[in-house]
């Protein structure tokens, strides 16, 4: 059964916002009926900052009855020994939240380092019980399924290990072939980690990173084939974590709850 993860990055100190409640987060995630929450990196640094520890964060998850499905996340590149060092202090966070996959990308052209990195930081993950989850996006060297197919078999990494997210489909090249499309109903369930749900207008510009992360609409307000791209993954057979994420600077202001419950709102009828 579809479950939904409260992604929460939109409020998050890597995108500007100063004052991340990852307490209201929770408890907006437990109000409006999500199963799952993610947290980024740089937003739990802020939290045991100002408001309390790791273990406290996850009595305030436990508390709301909230699992940890990732942390976010793991830049991959050609610096091998750096990769490691990073992946072993991100896991061991999400160890403590109990968190399912350490999200990552690609930010070097992929070579043998940067397979190599992957292949270190999938052990990194396993040895702790979690998986490496690879997300592929328009504007970085993994921007395709089919790239990421290759690094994965090229790493030896086998698992739930693709994270398929709506904006970077529909604004990569999967998105604008009949051939990116066939790559999508040809990813195995049992190889999705889980998927971002989100929607976008036309582009404005060519600034497809300022586009990704300040202007996506709530599904069903824009102009992706959210239905097409839903219908075809849960074809496949998937029927797991779906986690509506919203980057949008015309939001960060708004009640926390009021975007979480919206959210659900929208997303739901396309899964369910």
């Known amino acids: 059964m579809i479950e939904f993860c409260f992604e929460t990055v939109n409020w998050s100190p890597y995108l500007g916002f100063e004052n991340p409640d990852l307490s209201a987060m929770i408890r907006a995630a437990g109000a409006t009926g999500y199963r799952w929450i993610s947290f980024d990196l740089p937003s739990i640094a802020h939290y045991v900052a100002h408001y309390g520890t790791i273990e406290t964060l996850r009595e ?9 499905l990732a942390v976010h996340s793991l830049s991959i590149n050609d610096d091998v020994c750096g990769v490691e060092a990073l992946a072993r202090s991100a896991v061991e966070i999400g160890r403590k939240l109990g968190a399912v996959y350490l ?4 930010i070097a052209p992929i070579d043998a380092q940067v397979i190599e990195a992957t292949r270190c930081a999938n052990l990194i993950c396993r040895d702790a019980d979690q998986e490496l989850a690879l997300e592929f996006l328009p504007f970085l060297p993994l921007a395709t399924i089919g790239q990421t197919h290759d690094l994965l078999n090229a790493s030896g990494v086998t698992g739930r290990n693709f994270v398929i997210d709506s904006w970077h489909f529909f604004n990569g090249p999967d998105g604008r072939s009949p051939e990116g499309w066939k790559a999508l109903s ?14 976008h207008g036309p582009l404005d510009g060519d600034d497809l990173l ?4 300040h202007k996506r609409l709530m599904p069903g307000a824009g102009i992706f084939d959210l239905k097409q791209f839903a219908d075809r993954i849960k074809a496949s057979g998937f029927d797991g974590i779906v986690g509506p994420e919203l980057l949008s600077s015309a939001t960060r202001d708004l009640p926390v709850i009021e975007v979480a419950k919206r959210l659900m709102e929208t997303t739901e009828p396309y899964w369910l």
């Open 210 to 213: 300022s586009e990704t992360i």
């Open 186 to 199: 040809a990813i195995p369930p049992d190889r999705i980690a889980y998927v971002q749900f989100n929607d």
């Open 60 to 68: 305030e998850l436990d508390g709301q009855g909230l699992k940890m």
């Open 103 to 106: 999200h990552a990308g690609v």
